[in-house]
């Protein structure tokens, strides 16, 4: 189970990889930290509607329902206006001037209600699903934001500059963010314990499997999380912009596509996937290492050989491509004697041998030139 | 005189050190089909490039209905009732045929109507309605350039841009596609075309220019320019 579960959230992290790729040609190697990042917020928010264990972050509790309130609401006013809206239909007045008052409602609405929460936390002890849903979309938007800074900040004025330039960029901005988070006013360099929201119980066995309700509560997230992706990519006209700006940007520009907006979208759906997997590997693991400890790094990393499995630029190849690297990882931790300390090697063993066998990975296709 | 539909002012383009267009001046009048044919590398695609706002020129204007237009972002011209057609083609491989329709009315908001001209647009294109559930990659040349031509009808341009439409295709094909062309323009369809194949374009354009290296060589009547020696023998390989 922790195979699927875990196996999940590789997943969810390989589909920004996999989505910048599509579209940029370029591995951001600081998505990753992206993830990390999304697992601290979500302690810090943890922290800020009074659920905490031990150590307090540094980070203010005020800053963290501000630039949560503003970053969700502009996450919602974004979802509304690029997918929602051009389903809506006719009849409406053009996109830009509805953007920024909606904008404002939002955060007036989104800020109200965590607030809300807040004081039930501190107050009742709080209800830990809602406290928990919030501290979800805290992560997920704060880091949406933040997704949307770097690319337009440190990718976009390289737009033209040669790959190789940009892709030593990722790994500054990657450097940039773990240091960054071990700041003191950040999160610190000590490991902090994450409070969890649900109780450790076994709800059922499979076979001689336990499958606990954290297990479900990780794999049902994701799913969700994944299912909306899909739909979005596949069945609306924003993810219909973004699959021909992969194809071809200067084409898709003919067509009147915004191809810096979808970008910008691009990433900021990439990294409010890779938060949402924070916070849930955060409930799995409560142990938190500090921001630029390997083992995070490590973890970023299979997430993209995952998404190379599955077929780098290919949404549901990286889908399959975290269950199949999670699930490989601990049947080998079960099943191999001395498993647990060999597991990486069976997770990079996969990635070199599916790029012997099957280079543009296992639902990708091979790349032809026709003439 | 009325204004032009378009009108190219002096028009210089550079990529890098390059200097593409030396100074191209041509004026698009509402409800022709205008033809602008020279040899490859003359600059014929570098100014429809530059018209869709995909190339800043250096200096010179690009004029639509009177309103200047260069060095605004390709999406915000095709909102002004500018689609091109791309040489090669520019189909999305990786969509079905159907989808490729929508991109093409990506930039419109009325819904209804854009379903009408997608009816028209296929009534046009009868292969097209065959294979819309199709990938459009699997599509044949031929099938591919009515793809893309319906896709520039999708977005309900007062003016279209045609870059080699009969680039590459079979003659029978070839036929097909001016004879469209006739009738895109004969439904109140301004259009813009550029051509390799000189004799086809001069047969079904009002006006037409001629490009060489970067500047326009001759200009007038298409009717005239297709009897004159001069194009005669570099352009229509008659001694």
Sequence with gaps: MDGVAVGSLYALIALGYTMVYGILQFINFAHGDVFVLGAWVSFAAAGAVGLSVGDQTAVPAWLVWLLGAVSAGALAAALYEFVLRPRLGAGRPPATRLTWPLAGVSVVGWGTLLLLVATRGVVAGGSHTIAGGMILVLAMSTCGLVGFCLERLAYKPLRSAPRLNVLITAIGVSLLLQNLGQLEWMFGTRPDRMPTLVPDTVLFRIGHVPVRLVDVMVVATALVLMVLLDWLVFRTKMGRAMRAVSFSPTNAALMGVDVDKVISFTFVLGSVLAAAAGFLYGQKYPGLNQTAAAGWVLLGLKAFVAAVIGGIGNIRGAMLGGLLIGLLEFFAVQYVPEGASLRDIFVFGALILVLLVRPSGVLGKAVTEKV | ?239
């Excluded at chain 2, 309900?156 to 323009?185: C, H, M, W, Y």
Aim: proline residues 4%; hydrophobic residues 45%; contains cysteine.
């Design chain 2, 1 to 239: 005189m009325t204004t032009p539909m378009l009108q190219i002012d002096d028009l210089h383009v550079h990529y890098g050190a390059i200097h593409a267009l030396h100074g191209v001046s041509l004026a698009v009048g509402q409800g022709q089909i205008v033809t602008l044919i020279g040899c490859n590398g003359a600059g014929k695609s570098t100014t429809l490039r530059t018209v869709s706002g995909l190339l800043r020129p250096t200096a010179g204007r690009v004029l639509f209905e009177g309103k200047p237009i260069h060095g605004r972002p390709p999406h915000e011209i095709v909102r002004l009732g500018i689609a091109q057609s791309p040489e090669g083609r520019g189909i999305f491989a990786n969509l079905t045929v159907d989808e490729n329709l929508a991109m093409g009315s990506f930039a419109r908001r009325d819904r209804a109507e854009a379903a009408r001209d997608r009816e028209r647009a296929l009534d046009l294109f009868p292969r097209v309605r065959e294979r819309l559930k199709q990938n459009a990659g699997t599509l044949s040349g031929g099938e591919q350039q009515m793809l893309a031509m319906a896709r520039a009808l999708m977005a309900r341009p007062r003016l279209l841009l045609l870059d080699e439409p009969s680039l590459g295709l079979a003659p029978q094909i070839v036929q097909t596609i001016f004879k469209i062309i006739r009738e895109i323009n004969a439904a109140g369809t301004t259009i813009l075309l550029v051509e390799q194949n000189a004799h086809k374009a001069l047969e079904v354009a009002h006006r037409a220019y001629v490009l060489e290296v970067g500047r326009i060589a001759m200009e007038g009547d298409a009717r005239d320019l297709a009897r004159s020696d001069a194009v005669r023998k570099a352009y229509l390989g008659v001694a």
